[in-house]
Every structure is written in structure tokens, then in C-alpha cells.
């Protein structure tokens, strides 16, 4: 009897094997065929990792070289026409990441995680051709192993609801010749075995949806259903509940549904109805985007739960999501506090706690070293639950007494003092915060880490590092510089491993887009700050120039955001910790002579809940606490704050509410229709829209962004803007990062000359 089933997994590599050969593929070090063979290996040993657990459902066409979502673009054929001329890998890594004639694709999170996909770019143009070698050969790759995989694909609605209308035509015009592409390649799976599951994601329809898109769900899955005899149809919805959507989906001829329990409590609302219907209910019971340890007990209640509705018979136990959003093993974890890594569990780790919980679910028999493990499960999560390691009473205390939570002066006071203290007109320039993080650099971080090097020897790199990027920013005429944080690994752990309540890990790699991968930290207690964290090297900064230089932090909201987050108190609670520490390095910087403060909560939306009753509870916490990390700050002190990937017309308001002087955005891939909404609203802080895209090598040139400036004027005035590149240059390399922002001063110059 097949019992468990894992939604997806990771593709990266437990070392990240995936993102160094691509990365050399891409500075041309190796050709695409190394590529090919790091990817066929990675796959087989995750195919194998899942056999060698005994998970009955694994996956095939999970695995991608950048994407999933682009990945269907592929196979559907929908190329936008500036590509059109390309092919084969050389097309798939230029709509992912540009080349020297064409911009990438947009990107942005997918949902509310930190993973991002390529947008799908459709007009009413756009022509389907289905192009189905992936998913045919990963299937057969599998087989040849001896594993007989379902088959993953993103929905046809999902896709269309995801895709961005380049003419501004509907999307879901395009429902039935996407629908009729599926239907091929349905026809063509057929013919690989007896009988195959596809499963089809529809994370979409955990989202509040429109009638018109409800209502495409029957005649879709009508459709897809009666192609052929011998494919099983599952419909995957994760992130939240699809009620709405399952109450449509029990009436079509799918044979089962995959239903998150950890984030969609609400599915408990369905159960009647997939009773009624006699489907398969696949419930995601083991968290996929969080790293604590399952409690048996725990789960095993959720799923009697369930069957008390629903027969045994119709339960297979599930990841709640792909594993795709949690690192890979622990076994790489040898330096990780040995209490705290018991409370871990990692994909690895899912993989076994899937067997167990579906063993003792199902009362099959269990084995010595089975039970020996139950019942270390039971000791560790008792032990969690009152680990001194936890509570920090004098923080908590501190917290409860505090008395202000936003600054005293308002928004025009503030402006008003600023202007005079910094003495800048418009139109002034900056970057984001980061510079390249080079090969040396981390080769100096790596040592010092490894006791290879002296604090003395490991510090001097770093003053050399910021002396030099001081230096070029002066030279081309920045106006506000920074000093290119050569001390920080990233702009979350770097903070985190300053704070109390926070563990690292060496390996616990996940995939942010492409090659990037992000080494989140893991909150496990109270947060606290006992020192500064940055004040003395801004101050070094400081020191080499005569121009501002700008103290560079990363907020409450994107650190808890971007952290995994220990679940024992609710996540305002954790935010304000982080937010109290903020508040008091924003303090010590204007003290030690730091007047301008970027705050930088680049995964402020990412944490938006995903549907529209949960969001007002979110918004109050999330900015009420990045009010208070700023609270701090005196009139003169000019309080700056970045965010990414967002659609800010339904958060503006939001926005405005954070009360930042400065908040730059990404806009470089996405137009100017975002900053239109702050004119709509007659947003009345100042802006630094991201005039070229740094996901890209791609350097733009002067008259490419005198264009865009000058479209920006358009739009807002002259005063209100700042210039700056969409996002930190951390991951690109200096010769990218000098032109483009040599480029970047002059196309402001020549804009400027032309104003006067």
C-alpha cells in the first residue's frame, strides 16, 4: 500500500554542486555538457535518497537548471520575440538572466517565500508549442534507475495567473491552448508505462480567487482528465487553504488532492466534500518551509483527525510543499549546538519522519531502531519545550517597559532638517549598500573563520576593501556613498550571529533564484544585542571621505522574514525583539556621527499572508515594528529603507505607514507602472527607483539610462528622486559594478544639465 508522497525536492545540491558548475558554465569556464553531467548526477542521488527511505511517490521534472516556472515557459513554447532567435541553453539562461542585446525576464517571489521564478511574459499574440523532451527524459532517467516517478508540472491555471500580460490582453484568453499543449504531452506520458501519476501544481488557488478564474477549474480539469485512461491526476495547492478550489475539484475526474495542514488549517473545512467525492486526500503534514523536528504525537493526532471524515484507505501522507524551501541534511551540521541540532529535522530528515508517521498512522509494523527513534523524537521535543537555551527574562522585561514606538518628529519636520544638514538638492545618486563580495574577500572571511588568520590580519583585508571602494565612489561623484559591506556574509546572518537567539549552520543551504542560494539562520530563543554591530566599521567609512556615508542595516520584518523562525511564540513577538535591537544600533550610529541609516526591509511583502482576511494583522505587527527599529533616530538623522519584488499597489498605503524619508524599490524589470501608483496616491516621501537591474551582468548604457530618468521625471517630481541601482551589488563583478555606475553618474549628469 502506498502511504507517503513527497510534493517535490531540492535541486541544488547538498553541497550546492548545481550552482558552482553553472556559474562556471556562465563565466565560460566549462561548456554546457559538465553541466549535464553535475545535473544527471544530482538527480540520480536524489531519486535514490527518496527510494532509499521508502517514499512510494517521488518526483520527476522537479529538477531544474534555474526555475520551474520558466522551465514551463519552455515547454510550452511561450517565448517572448526578443528571444526568438535563440535555442537550447543559450535561450533558457538569456530569458533567465539577459544577454548583451536582450533584458531578462521579470522575476519575483514566488509567493510568500524567499524562492523567486521567472515571470511568464504573454500577450494576445503569444503561441503555444509544446516542446516536451524534459519531462520525458527525466522520466525515463528515473526508470533506468529503477524508480517510477509521478510527473510534476505547474498548472495551466497557475501559470496564466502568474504571467505578466506585456499588452495588457487577459492572460487566461490563452486557457484553452495551454490546456490543449497539456493534453499533448498527457497523450505523449501515456506512452512511457502502465499507468503514471501527473501531478499538477495549483498554488494559486490558495489565494482569494475572482469567479472567472474559479471557474475555468472544471472545464480544465474535466479536460485534462478524459485524455487518456492510464494517468492518475493530482492537484497540489500548498501555502495555505484552497477551499474555494476543492469544493470545484471534488467534481471533476482528478483522482486525488494534495492539501496543506501546517499553513491551511482551513483545509479541515473541505474534508466533507473529498469524502463525498470518494478522491484520494494527500495531506501535507510535514512542514516543508521550516527546519523543526515533527512531533509525532503531534501529527499523528492531525491524521486521525482527518479519519474520522475520511477513510484510511483515501490518506496518503505529505510534505505540506516541495522541500525545495529547507536545506538538504544534517549530516554536514558537525559544529551546531548538539541540543539545538536535535530539535532539527532538515529534507533528509522529512524523508524519514514521512515513513515513520505513515508507519504509525497506518499501525504497520515498526522495527528496533524505529522505535528506538519514535521515542527520541518524543524526548526531544519534550526537551525543546523547556530548554534554558530559550528564554532571555531580562529582554523580555526590557520589551514589556518600553514606552516609545515611532519617532517623535514627523515627516515634514524631518524633510525639512535633513535638506539642510545633508545639503542635497535632486535627482541624488547612490547604491543600494553592497559591493562585490569577491573571491577574496571570502577567501579572508573563510580564514579568519578557521582560525587560519589573526582578527589583526582578517580586519586589515577588510579596511583595504573599504579604502578602495570608498575611493572609486568618490571618483565617479556619487553623491551618498556607502562602504560595500566586505565584513557581512549576508545581510541576515551577518546581524543574526551579533544577536542572542540565533544558531548557524555550515551547510543548510536554499535556493533563492538560479545559482543563488541563502544560508538562512535559525531563531530558536529570544533575541538580543548586546553591542554594536556595525558602528565601527561605518565609522572607518566615514573617515575616508568627506562625503555622507550612508550606515547600512537590515530590518526587523526581512530578518525574521528570512531567518527560520522558531514557532513556540507567535511572530509579532520575535519581530519586536529583532526590532529593539535595531532601535538601539540605529542609536549608537547617530551618536558616533552616522546622520543617514538605510533600513532595509527587502522581504517586507514577502511575509504578506496569503489571503486577504489575514493580511490587516500582518501589516499592524510588521509595521508597527519597523516603526520601532526606527524610533531612535533624531529629526536630522535620514532614515532610508529598500524593498524588492514587490507589486506595491495594494501595500502603498502600507508603505507610507513605515513612515521612512528614503525608501528605494526595484523597478528595473518591471517598468515604471509601479512608481505611477505613488503619484496616485500622492506619496509624499522621497524615492530611489532601481534605474538598471543588477540580476543581470548586463551593463546598460548612459543613453539607456538618461531615457529612464528622464521617464521617471515623468512621472514624479524631480525633488522626490533619488538614482540608484535596483538592488545590492553583492552578487555581481566589479567590472560590471564600475561601468554601469560610472554610466549611472553620468546619465544623471547629462539630465541634470539639460534641467538647468
Same mark, same amino acid.
Given at each position: 500500500?502506498?502511504?507517503?508522497?513527497?510534493?517535490?525536492?531540492?535541486?541544488?545540491?547538498?553541497?550546492?554542486?548545481?550552482?558552482?558548475?553553472?556559474?562556471?558554465?556562465?563565466?565560460?569556464?566549462?561548456?554546457?555538457?559538465?553541466?549535464?553531467?553535475?545535473?544527471?548526477?544530482?538527480?540520480?542521488?536524489?531519486?535514490?535518497?527518496?527510494?532509499?527511505?521508502?517514499?512510494?511517490?517521488?518526483?520527476?521534472?522537479?529538477?531544474?537548471?534555474?526555475?520551474?516556472?520558466?522551465?514551463?515557459?519552455?515547454?510550452?513554447?511561450?517565448?517572448?520575440?526578443?528571444?526568438?532567435?535563440?535555442?537550447?541553453?543559450?535561450?533558457?539562461?538569456?530569458?533567465?538572466?539577459?544577454?548583451?542585446?536582450?533584458?531578462?525576464?521579470?522575476?519575483?517571489?514566488?509567493?510568500?517565500?524567499?524562492?523567486?521564478?521567472?515571470?511568464?511574459?504573454?500577450?494576445? !499574440?503569444?503561441?503555444?508549442? /509544446?516542446?516536451?523532451?524534459? @519531462?520525458? *527524459?527525466? &522520466? %525515463? $532517467?528515473? =526508470?533506468?534507475?529503477?524508480? +517510477?516517478?509521478?510527473?510534476?508540472?505547474?498548472?495551466?491555471?497557475?501559470?496564466?495567473?502568474?504571467?505578466?500580460?506585456?499588452? !495588457?490582453?487577459?492572460?487566461? /484568453?490563452?486557457?484553452?491552448? @495551454?490546456? *490543449?499543449? &497539456? %493534453? $499533448?504531452? =498527457?497523450?505523449?506520458?501515456? +506512452?512511457?508505462?502502465?499507468?503514471?501519476?501527473?501531478?499538477?501544481?495549483?498554488?494559486?488557488?490558495?489565494?482569494?480567487?475572482?469567479?472567472?478564474?474559479?471557474? /475555468?477549474?472544471?472545464?480544465?480539469?474535466?479536460?485534462?482528465?478524459?485524455?487518456?485512461?492510464?494517468?492518475?491526476?493530482?492537484?497540489?495547492?500548498?501555502?495555505?487553504?484552497?477551499?474555494?478550489?476543492?469544493?470545484?475539484?471534488?467534481?471533476?475526474?482528478?483522482?486525488?488532492?494534495? /492539501?496543506?495542514?501546517?499553513?491551511?488549517?482551513?483545509?479541515?473545512?473541505?474534508?466533507?466534500?473529498?469524502?463525498?467525492?470518494?478522491?484520494?486526500?494527500?495531506?501535507?503534514?510535514?512542514?516543508?518551509?521550516?527546519?523543526?523536528?515533527?512531533?509525532?504525537?503531534?501529527?499523528?493526532?492531525?491524521?486521525?483527525?482527518?479519519?474520522?471524515?475520511?477513510?484510511?484507505?483515501?490518506?496518503?501522507?505529505?510534505?505540506?510543499?516541495?522541500?525545495?524551501?529547507?536545506?538538504?541534511?544534517?549530516?554536514?551540521?558537525?559544529?551546531?549546538?548538539?541540543?539545538?541540532?536535535?530539535?532539527?529535522?532538515?529534507?533528509?530528515?522529512?524523508?524519514?519522519?514521512?515513513?515513520?508517521?505513515?508507519?504509525?498512522?497506518?499501525?504497520?509494523?515498526?522495527?528496533?531502531?524505529?522505535?528506538?527513534?519514535?521515542?527520541?523524537?518524543?524526548?526531544?521535543?519534550?526537551?525543546?519545550?523547556?530548554?534554558?537555551?530559550?528564554?532571555?527574562?531580562?529582554?523580555?522585561?526590557?520589551?514589556?517597559?518600553?514606552?516609545?514606538?515611532?519617532?517623535?518628529?514627523?515627516?515634514?519636520?524631518?524633510?525639512?532638517?535633513?535638506?539642510?544638514?545633508?545639503?542635497?538638492?535632486?535627482?541624488?545618486?547612490?547604491?543600494?549598500?553592497?559591493?562585490?563580495?569577491?573571491?577574496?574577500?571570502?577567501?579572508?572571511?573563510?580564514?579568519?573563520?578557521?582560525?587560519?588568520?589573526?582578527?589583526?590580519?582578517?580586519?586589515?583585508?577588510?579596511?583595504?576593501?573599504?579604502?578602495?571602494?570608498?575611493?572609486?565612489?568618490?571618483?565617479?561623484?556619487?553623491?551618498?556613498?556607502?562602504?560595500?559591506?566586505?565584513?557581512?556574509?549576508?545581510?541576515?546572518?551577518?546581524?543574526?550571529?551579533?544577536?542572542?537567539?540565533?544558531?548557524?549552520?555550515?551547510?543548510?543551504?536554499?535556493?533563492?533564484?538560479?545559482?543563488?542560494?541563502?544560508?538562512?539562520?535559525?531563531?530558536?530563543?529570544?533575541?538580543?544585542?548586546?553591542?554594536?554591530?556595525?558602528?565601527?566599521?561605518?565609522?572607518?567609512?566615514?573617515?575616508?571621505?568627506?562625503?555622507?556615508?550612508?550606515?547600512?542595516?537590515?530590518?526587523?520584518?526581512?530578518?525574521?522574514?528570512?531567518?527560520?523562525?522558531?514557532?513556540?511564540?507567535?511572530?509579532?513577538?520575535?519581530?519586536?525583539?529583532?526590532?529593539?535591537?535595531?532601535?538601539?544600533?540605529?542609536?549608537?550610529?547617530?551618536?558616533?556621527?552616522?546622520?543617514?541609516?538605510?533600513?532595509?526591509?527587502?522581504?517586507?511583502?514577502?511575509?504578506?499572508?496569503?489571503?486577504?482576511?489575514?493580511?490587516?494583522?500582518?501589516?499592524?505587527?510588521?509595521?508597527?515594528?519597523?516603526?520601532?527599529?526606527?524610533?531612535?533616530?533624531?529629526?536630522?538623522?535620514?532614515?532610508?529603507?529598500?524593498?524588492?519584488?514587490?507589486?506595491?499597489?495594494?501595500?502603498?498605503?502600507?508603505?507610507?505607514?513605515?513612515?521612512?524619508?528614503?525608501?528605494?524599490?526595484?523597478?528595473?524589470?518591471?517598468?515604471?507602472?509601479?512608481?505611477?501608483?505613488?503619484?496616485?496616491?500622492?506619496?509624499?516621501?522621497?524615492?530611489?527607483?532601481?534605474?538598471?537591474?543588477?540580476?543581470?551582468?548586463?551593463?546598460?548604457?548612459?543613453?539607456?539610462?538618461?531615457?529612464?530618468?528622464?521617464?521617471?521625471?515623468?512621472?514624479?517630481?524631480?525633488?522626490?528622486?533619488?538614482?540608484?541601482?535596483?538592488?545590492?551589488?553583492?552578487?555581481?563583478?566589479?567590472?560590471?559594478?564600475?561601468?554601469?555606475?560610472?554610466?549611472?553618474?553620468?546619465?544623471?549628469?547629462?539630465?541634470?544639465?539639460?534641467?538647468?
Amino acid at each position: 500500500m502506498q502511504k507517503n508522497y513527497v510534493i517535490g525536492f531540492p535541486r541544488i545540491g547538498e553541497k550546492r554542486e548545481l550552482k558552482k558548475v553553472l556559474e562556471n558554465y556562465w563565466s565560460k569556464q566549462i561548456d554546457f555538457n559538465e553541466v549535464k553531467f553535475v545535473a544527471e548526477n544530482l538527480k540520480k542521488r536524489h531519486w535514490n535518497y527518496q527510494k532509499e527511505a521508502k517514499i512510494d511517490f517521488i518526483s520527476s521534472n522537479d529538477f531544474s537548471y534555474y526555475d520551474n516556472m520558466l522551465d514551463t515557459s519552455i515547454l510550452l513554447g511561450a517565448i517572448p520575440k526578443r528571444f526568438e532567435n535563440l535555442k537550447d541553453e543559450e535561450l533558457y539562461f538569456a530569458m533567465a538572466r539577459g544577454n548583451e542585446t536582450c533584458v531578462a525576464m521579470e522575476m519575483t517571489k514566488w509567493f510568500n517565500t524567499n524562492y523567486h521564478y521567472i515571470v511568464p511574459e504573454i500577450s494576445k !499574440n503569444t503561441k503555444f508549442k /509544446l516542446n516536451s523532451k524534459k @519531462v520525458i *527524459e527525466e &522520466y %525515463k $532517467e528515473a =526508470l533506468d534507475l529503477g524508480i +517510477k516517478t509521478k510527473i510534476n508540472l505547474i498548472g495551466a491555471i497557475t501559470y496564466l495567473g502568474l504571467s505578466k500580460s506585456v499588452d !495588457n490582453s487577459d492572460a487566461f /484568453l490563452h486557457i484553452n491552448n @495551454v490546456v *490543449e499543449a &497539456y %493534453k $499533448e504531452l =498527457l497523450k505523449e506520458i501515456s +506512452k512511457l508505462d502502465d499507468e503514471i501519476v501527473v501531478q499538477f501544481d495549483e498554488p494559486l488557488f490558495v489565494k482569494d480567487l475572482d469567479s472567472k478564474v474559479l471557474s /475555468l477549474i472544471k472545464p480544465v480539469y474535466d479536460g485534462l482528465s478524459s485524455v487518456v485512461s492510464n494517468i492518475k491526476i493530482v492537484v497540489t495547492t500548498y501555502f495555505e487553504h484552497s477551499n474555494e478550489a476543492t469544493k470545484i475539484l471534488v467534481n471533476t475526474p482528478i483522482w486525488a488532492l494534495g /492539501l496543506d495542514f501546517i499553513y491551511g488549517n482551513k483545509n479541515f473545512e473541505s474534508l466533507e466534500f473529498i469524502k463525498n467525492s470518494n478522491k484520494v486526500l494527500i495531506a501535507g503534514i510535514i512542514d516543508g518551509r521550516n527546519i523543526w523536528k515533527s512531533d509525532f504525537q503531534e501529527k499523528v493526532s492531525i491524521l486521525k483527525k482527518i479519519s474520522k471524515v475520511i477513510t484510511k484507505e483515501n490518506i496518503i501522507i505529505s510534505t505540506s510543499c516541495s522541500l525545495l524551501h529547507v536545506p538538504f541534511s544534517l549530516k554536514y551540521e558537525d559544529n551546531l549546538d548538539k541540543e539545538i541540532k536535535s530539535w532539527l529535522a532538515f529534507s533528509n530528515e522529512k524523508l524519514q519522519e514521512l515513513l515513520l508517521i505513515s508507519k504509525l498512522f497506518c499501525d504497520f509494523k515498526l522495527n528496533l531502531e524505529e522505535i528506538s527513534i519514535i521515542r527520541k523524537n518524543i524526548e526531544d521535543n519534550n526537551q525543546r519545550k523547556t530548554s534554558s537555551k530559550i528564554h532571555n527574562l531580562k529582554i523580555q522585561e526590557e520589551i514589556k517597559n518600553l514606552k516609545f514606538f515611532e519617532r517623535v518628529d514627523k515627516f515634514q519636520d524631518r524633510i525639512k532638517a535633513q535638506r539642510e544638514f545633508f545639503k542635497y538638492d535632486f535627482l541624488t545618486t547612490t547604491t543600494i549598500g553592497s559591493f562585490p563580495q569577491t573571491p577574496q574577500i571570502r577567501e579572508n572571511r573563510k580564514k579568519y573563520k578557521a582560525n587560519l588568520i589573526s582578527k589583526e590580519e582578517y580586519e586589515l583585508e577588510i579596511k583595504k576593501y573599504i579604502d578602495d571602494c570608498v575611493a572609486f565612489q568618490d571618483e565617479i561623484g556619487l553623491d551618498v556613498l556607502v562602504h560595500g559591506e566586505p565584513e557581512r556574509n549576508d545581510m541576515v546572518e551577518y546581524f543574526a550571529e551579533l544577536m542572542d537567539g540565533f544558531a548557524f549552520t555550515q551547510n543548510a543551504w536554499v535556493q533563492s533564484y538560479g545559482s543563488r542560494c541563502v544560508k538562512p539562520p535559525l531563531i530558536y530563543g529570544d533575541v538580543n544585542r548586546e553591542n554594536a554591530m556595525t558602528v565601527e566599521w561605518i565609522k572607518y567609512a566615514q573617515s575616508k571621505t568627506k562625503k555622507v556615508m550612508k550606515g547600512m542595516l537590515t530590518g526587523p520584518v526581512t530578518i525574521l522574514n528570512w531567518s527560520f523562525v522558531r514557532d513556540d511564540i507567535s511572530k509579532n513577538e520575535v519581530a519586536k525583539q529583532i526590532a529593539y535591537a535595531i532601535c538601539k544600533e540605529i542609536d549608537d550610529l547617530q551618536n558616533a556621527g552616522i546622520k543617514m541609516i538605510q533600513v532595509d526591509e527587502a522581504a517586507f511583502k514577502e511575509g504578506y499572508p496569503l489571503r486577504a482576511e489575514n493580511i490587516k494583522a500582518y501589516e499592524n505587527w510588521a509595521v508597527e515594528n519597523f516603526r520601532l527599529s526606527v524610533s531612535s533616530a533624531k529629526a536630522n538623522t535620514q532614515i532610508h529603507t529598500h524593498m524588492c519584488y514587490s507589486e506595491f499597489n495594494d501595500i502603498i498605503k502600507t508603505i507610507e505607514a513605515m513612515d521612512a524619508d528614503v525608501i528605494s524599490i526595484e523597478t528595473a524589470r518591471s517598468g515604471n507602472r509601479l512608481l505611477k501608483i505613488f503619484k496616485e496616491v500622492a506619496y509624499k516621501q522621497e524615492i530611489g527607483p532601481g534605474i538598471y537591474d543588477i540580476h543581470s551582468p548586463r551593463v546598460p548604457s548612459v543613453e539607456e539610462m538618461v531615457e529612464q530618468i528622464k521617464a521617471l521625471i515623468e512621472v514624479l517630481p524631480k525633488e522626490q528622486l533619488w538614482i540608484n541601482p535596483d538592488c545590492g551589488l553583492k552578487t555581481r563583478k566589479w567590472d560590471e559594478v564600475k561601468q554601469s555606475l560610472k554610466n549611472m553618474v553620468k546619465a544623471v549628469a547629462i539630465v541634470k544639465k539639460n534641467i538647468n
